[in-house]
């Protein structure tokens, strides 16, 4: 339970990630209107996401399934007032239905089996889920995602299912000092959604989020056409190890 204390903390630091990225928007010559703040809440409990909700925030995303659950009560409380729920971890095909119940939209979508339980699940209860493929921009095998060369392939296929709607891309930068390797990165997963758009495949017309960019390196995704960042650290602090 944050504290009064606590919580105006995370209304200015929430404030300060606002700012940061309608500086950067600027900078690269965007409209702020154009990128949403996504706040991950993972390790922090149901009244630090409602102070940071109530600081503003109307995306959420959690990462673990477990996580997903425990908050669910809290989290589907906050839905009418307009907060979207986004699953960004690691997505089991044997923990579907329990991610469906809470959120609106996937975004790690990483294979065409996990597009197809989500689909087949989707489809049979008359519903549309929002997803997102998840890539691998810098290769590196500690992150979940599906190479570069390969996620247009993948989107499309996705594109195509009942039952969901491909929205965009999400990617993790890679996890170097080096900016303009970071940078590039960014600028892939751009590519690989503009030449999705291009190509005209079916059920691709909707596919032009971009969802990249953390509390380290949110200036570059925004600078490569970020619309939506997520950060964990900037609002919440450190996260203990
Ligand atoms: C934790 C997390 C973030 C936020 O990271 P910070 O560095 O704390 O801002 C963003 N995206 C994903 C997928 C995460 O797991």
Same mark, same amino acid.
């Given at each position: 339970?944050?504290?009064?204390?606590?919580?105006?903390?995370?209304?200015?630091?929430?404030?300060?990630?606002?700012?940061?990225?309608?500086?950067?928007?600027?900078?690269?010559?965007?409209?702020? /209107?154009?990128?949403?703040?996504?706040?991950?809440?993972?390790?922090?409990?149901?009244?630090?996401?409602?102070?940071?909700?109530?600081?503003?925030?109307?995306?959420?995303?959690?990462?673990?399934?477990?996580?997903?659950?425990?908050?669910?009560?809290?989290?589907?409380?906050?839905?009418?007032?307009?907060?979207?729920?986004?699953?960004?971890?690691?997505?089991?095909?044997?923990?579907?239905?329990?991610?469906?119940?809470?959120?609106?939209?996937?975004?790690?979508?990483? !294979?065409?089996? $996990?597009?197809? /339980?989500?689909?087949?699940?989707?489809?049979?209860?008359?519903?549309?889920?929002?997803?997102?493929?998840?890539?691998?921009? !810098?290769?590196?095998?500690?992150?979940?995602?599906?190479?570069?060369?390969?996620?247009?392939?993948?989107?499309?296929?996705?594109?195509? $299912?009942?039952?969901?709607?491909?929205?965009?891309?999400?990617?993790?930068?890679?996890?170097?000092?080096?900016? /303009?390797?970071?940078?590039?990165?960014?600028?892939?997963?751009?590519?690989?959604?503009?030449?999705?758009?291009?190509?005209?495949?079916?059920?691709?017309?909707?596919?032009?989020?971009?969802?990249?960019?953390?509390?380290?390196?949110?200036?570059?995704?925004?600078?490569?056409?970020?619309?939506?960042?997520?950060?964990?650290?900037?609002?919440?602090?450190?996260?203990?190890?």
């Amino acid at each position: 339970m944050p504290s009064p204390d606590q919580s105006s903390e995370i209304a200015e630091r929430y404030a300060a990630v606002r700012d940061r990225v309608h500086t950067g928007a600027r900078a690269a010559g965007r409209d702020p /209107a154009e990128i949403r703040v996504l706040v991950a809440t993972k390790t922090q409990d149901a009244a630090a996401v409602r102070a940071v909700v109530a600081a503003g925030a109307t995306l959420i995303g959690e990462n673990r399934v477990q996580e997903l659950i425990a908050k669910a009560p809290d989290l589907e409380d906050l839905v009418p007032s307009g907060v979207e729920v986004h699953m960004i971890g690691h997505l089991q095909r044997n923990k579907v239905n329990q991610v469906l119940a809470t959120a609106g939209t996937v975004e790690t979508v990483d !294979s065409l089996a $996990l597009a197809r /339980a989500l689909s087949d699940r989707c489809a049979r209860a008359g519903r549309v889920l929002d997803v997102m493929v998840q890539v691998n921009v !810098s290769g590196e095998p500690s992150k979940s995602g599906v190479l570069p060369d390969d996620a247009a392939h993948l989107a499309c296929d996705v594109a195509a $299912l009942d039952g969901v709607r491909l929205v965009g891309f999400m990617t993790i930068g890679a996890n170097s000092r080096d900016t /303009a390797l970071v940078r590039a990165g960014f600028a892939r997963l751009r590519r690989v959604r503009d030449d999705v758009l291009a190509s005209g495949a079916p059920g691709t017309g909707s596919a032009t989020e971009l969802s990249m960019g953390m509390s380290g390196d949110l200036e570059l995704a925004v600078a490569e056409g970020a619309t939506i960042v997520r950060v964990g650290t900037a609002v919440f602090g450190a996260r203990p190890t």
